[in-house]
């Protein structure tokens, strides 16, 4: 049986074909050999669609590994040649000029302690994250040397860096690059204060888990903090950094949800990271963009992810919850030590 890395370089290759015969007969290509040409353009329609139904063969069969409505799936294509961090660059740089996405020194300031059950599974970790609701909140979960930090998505949209970081701001910023967002350094000064205070700095392991800006987050300090053991992203466009990325990741996307396709490419089909997909069922036209990005549906979805027996969304599932339970399973850990973290720019 082929393996989904052979079926994708099929596709690719196949794709490629067809980009290049389109390219053959360009307008200006039949200045030169024109009878060839329009010979290449009477058949080219027929081969074409030929190659589309063996791109749909090949997507029937590369979702013949996966169980149920959650897939584990790659776009053929992706978006653009220019990559989000580019685009990201040039906005700011050109939005600093009238005081727009600058950014500003962050704190984090523990506001509550408290204990409470563990997550179990995927869902449980969407679960959590659709429970942070306070402004500029992040919540840090402590087993022991374990931790777990959640990071919710972008709440606020305005074009200048005010008093919460998880907001615009962050946002491009974070698609620059990683250290850049306050969000993001506000995140780990939360989880070095926590990790500190546990005594354990030697021995930690964290696991990352982020809704759209927060999974982002989660990718640009997982880049550069050793003490990262495993990635959960919902809804989030980290597939500029995905070939970066070294711990195992489960990324949970809705393939009508815009938000996961900022990156302006797709994610790898690499051993360490599996990609969870579904169209998401949408209750009403006018709302499809918020209910495909909502993370509590992202965390139904990961219902869907959690009962999958596809072994290669099981290897890596497990291998990002091991750390936290035997088995690959949170919930065996019983109760955690929560933390509440608020994160508020300062001049």
Not at 144 to 158: D, E, L, R
Not at 236 to 262: G, R, Y
Request: charged residues 20%.
């Amino acid at each position: 049986m082929a393996t989904r890395a052979e079926i994708e370089r099929i596709q690719a290759g196949l794709a490629s074909v067809g980009n290049i015969l389109g390219g053959e007969v360009e307008l200006t290509d039949f200045l030169t050999s024109p009878l060839k040409r329009i010979g290449l353009a009477m058949e080219l329609p027929a081969v074409q669609d030929r190659i589309r139904y063996l791109l749909q063969a090949l997507d029937s069969a590369a979702n013949e590994y996966f169980d149920g409505e959650a897939l584990v799936a790659k776009e053929l294509t992706d978006l653009g040649l220019i990559s989000a961090p580019i685009i990201a660059s040039g906005l700011i740089g050109l939005a600093n000029e009238v005081g727009m996405f600058r950014e500003h020194r962050v704190t984090a300031h523990q506001i509550d302690r408290f204990w409470r059950p563990a997550p179990i599974g995927l869902a449980g970790l969407g679960t959590r994250l659709a429970q942070i609701t306070g402004e500029g909140q992040v919540v840090i979960e402590r087993y022991g040397t374990n931790f777990v930090a959640y990071i919710p998505g972008t709440q606020t949209w305005s074009p200048i860096g005010l008093g919460n970081p998880i907001d615009f701001t962050s946002n491009l910023q974070a698609m620059k690059g990683p250290g850049l967002a306050a969000s993001e350094r506000g995140v780990q000064l939360a989880l070095d204060e926590s990790i500190k205070a546990a005594g354990a700095t030697a021995t930690a392991s964290i696991l990352l888990v982020g809704h759209s800006q927060g999974g982002l987050i989660a990718a640009n300090i997982a880049l550069k903090d050793k003490r990262v053991k495993g990635l959960v992203t919902f809804g989030a466009p980290i597939s500029q950094l995905a070939d970066q990325i070294k711990v195992p990741t489960v990324a949970i996307q809705h393939k009508n949800d815009i938000v996961p396709k900022l990156g302006l490419k797709a994610n790898p089909l690499v051993e360490n990271m599996v990609t969870v997909e579904r169209v998401l069922p949408i209750s009403t036209p006018v709302a499809a963009v918020l209910e495909a990005h909502d993370i509590s549906n992202y965390a139904k979805t990961a219902e869907l992810a959690d009962e999958s027996q596809e072994s290669g969304l099981k290897r890596v599932r497990e291998q990002v919850l091991a750390p936290f339970g035997a088995g690959g399973g949170i919930g065996v850990l019983g109760v955690g030590e929560t933390a509440v973290f608020e994160l508020r720019r300062v001049d």
